[in-house]
């Protein structure tokens, strides 16, 4: 039949698989993925958390056997949550030779040496008050948090760390981290810095599995406002300034014209962070089967990689590695 108005055919691309297959412009690949891991004192211990099916608190034992699995998926790196024996008000445990991160990275690395390991850098999980940083009164002090920021740093690559990844959201942790490595002599380690952090509400499930819930009041005064884009270039061009080499978005669904911003703008190794409440939200319809579960598992990812994502920290790393070997057999 003529094609009177000339119109285009898009669907001539679409009708064979093999085509579809072909003009696809974004694939999910192993190497995209990061898997959180949350390491508890005590042994033969694997506590689901509630909030997150699938996903547990691990003592070191079992965390290596979970490092193994991950590696054997053809999973590139794990990024290490703690939860600390004795929490005080300055976070000790947090760079403690002996605390929960430091003994996991060494016994990590002593049986598996092809998986890289990043380590989440903040104060939350080691404080009595559950908060970033340390505090006078209510506020949490800016300056003073650096060094300890720096310090835990060190300690974990002291232990092993391959690269560390600042969460707080302190102003100048990064220069502070840096600095601190580099005069220890751990100038190659790069650091992944959380540049762009929203105090969002999809958090939730994550604090009950790093029990880091604050005491009182909120992450406000340093995590940035979920109105703000100007700001999250800001945030990420000065993270840049001050050493980052890897810069990050959290969480990343809710955010991803913040992701596509970063990535265009500054042309960086770009992460993203789809955190606990987006999982959660994908798992708890999946399960009550409102929604395809792996599909929109596949499409929420492929959305962030889309946008400008080169890396991506999930929950679903495991069952994207299973879903990618059983789409290639
Ligand atoms: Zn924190």
Redesign the pocket.
């Known amino acids: 039949m003529e094609n009177k108005y000339n119109f285009k055919r898009f669907r001539r691309l679409r009708y064979n698989p093999i085509v579809r297959d072909m003009v696809r412009e974004t694939v999910l690949a192993k190497n995209d993925l990061i898997y959180p891991l949350f390491a508890v004192p005590g042994k033969n211990v694997k506590n689901p958390v509630k909030s997150m099916p699938g996903v547990f608190q691990l003592s070191v034992d079992k965390l290596v056997e979970e490092c193994k699995e991950v590696r054997d998926l053809g999973i590139p790196a794990v990024i290490l949550f703690g939860i600390p024996e004795h929490k005080d008000e300055k976070g000790s445990e947090a760079y403690a030779a002996d605390g929960i991160i430091q003994r996991a990275i060494r016994a990590i690395k002593k049986e598996i040496n092809d998986l890289l390991i990043i380590t989440d850098i ?4 080691y404080t009595s008050h559950g ?2 940083g340390l505090l006078d009164g209510e506020e949490i002090l800016n300056d003073e948090t650096l060094a300890l920021l720096a310090k835990e740093a060190v300690s974990h690559v002291e232990a092993g760390a391959d690269m560390v990844a600042p ?2 959201m302190m102003d100048g942790r990064v220069f502070a981290i840096r600095k601190a490595l580099d005069y220890k002599g751990f100038s190659k380690t790069p650091i992944m810095s959380y540049a762009a952090k929203y105090a969002s509400g999809y958090y939730g499930p994550f604090r009950d599995a790093a029990e ?1 819930t604050p005491a009182f009041g909120d ?1 406000k005064s340093h995590q940035m406002d979920i109105g703000n884009i100007n700001e999250a270039l800001r945030e990420v061009e000065a993270d840049i300034e001050e050493g980052a080499d890897i810069v990050m978005v959290k969480p990343a669904g809710p955010y991803l014209d913040v992701i596509r911003e970063v990535k265009k703008k500054f042309s960086m190794p770009t992460a993203a962070y789809q955190v606990s409440g987006e999982f959660a939200m994908i798992k708890a319809a999946g399960q009550n089967d409102w929604i395809d579960e792996e599909r929109v598992m596949i499409e929420s990812l492929i959305s962030i990689k889309r946008a400008g994502a080169d890396m991506i920290l999930t929950y679903f790393a495991k069952d994207v590695a299973k879903w990618i070997d059983k789409s290639n057999a």
Request: charged share 30%; hydrophobic share 10%.
């Open positions: 903040c104060l939350c999980e908060h970033c969460s707080d880091s992450r």
